[in-house]
């Protein structure tokens, strides 16, 4: 579990607010990292939210394994939303569009990458996996 501590300082930093479109143009940044995460990266931003993924630890057959949850943010770290709904195994979470964010979830580990569409909770995730076909 060592080859792990190098993801301990992992955080997601977001893009919160700009606010000039001009050259000198002031942007606001936050961490964003979350209680119980061993890393977290914002992926995209849309309106007052930023989109990305969680990684947790969890043990398989005694050796630490990191999974990716998709997760929102609301501009603060205690904003942190879980998209990861049960059972699926991994998420993320790549674009925002209005209240709707888009990317991928997996039923179990090392399955195929499913499309799926969230609106802002885990248990609004919609599978968006057309039939016939082996990962979308």
Same mark, same amino acid.
Request: proline share 2%.
């Given at each position: 579990?060592?080859?792990?501590?190098?993801?301990?300082?992992?955080? +997601?930093?977001?893009?919160?607010?700009?606010?000039?479109?001009? +050259?000198?143009?002031?942007? #606001?940044?936050?961490?964003?990292?979350?209680? =119980?995460?061993?890393?977290? *990266? #914002? %992926? $995209?931003?849309?309106?007052?939210?930023?989109? =990305?993924?969680?990684? #947790?630890?969890?043990?398989?057959?005694?050796? =630490?394994? %990191?999974?990716?949850?998709?997760?929102?943010?609301? $501009?603060?770290?205690?904003?942190?939303?879980? %998209?990861?709904?049960?059972?699926?195994?991994?998420?993320?979470? *790549?674009? =925002?569009? $209005?209240?709707?964010?888009?990317?991928?979830?997996? /039923? +179990?580990?090392?399955?195929?990458?499913?499309? +799926? %569409?969230?609106?802002?909770?885990?248990?609004?995730?919609?599978?968006?996996?057309? /039939?016939?076909?082996?990962?979308?």
């Amino acid at each position: 579990m060592k080859q792990l501590s190098l993801f301990t300082k992992a955080c +997601a930093i977001g893009l919160v607010s700009v606010l000039s479109n001009d +050259a000198d143009a002031r942007y #606001t940044y936050k961490i964003l990292s979350s209680a =119980g995460a061993v890393g977290s *990266y #914002t %992926l $995209g931003a849309a309106g007052s939210y930023q989109i =990305g993924l969680v990684q #947790t630890e969890v043990v398989v057959d005694d050796v =630490g394994v %990191l999974r990716n949850h998709a997760a929102l943010w609301k $501009g603060t770290s205690e904003s942190f939303v879980d %998209l990861n709904p049960s059972p699926t195994t991994e998420s993320r979470a *790549y674009k =925002g569009y $209005g209240d709707v964010q888009v990317g991928y979830s997996t /039923a +179990a580990f090392g399955t195929a990458q499913r499309a +799926a %569409l969230w609106k802002g909770t885990a248990s609004s995730m919609v599978d968006l996996h057309p /039939a016939d076909f082996e990962s979308s």
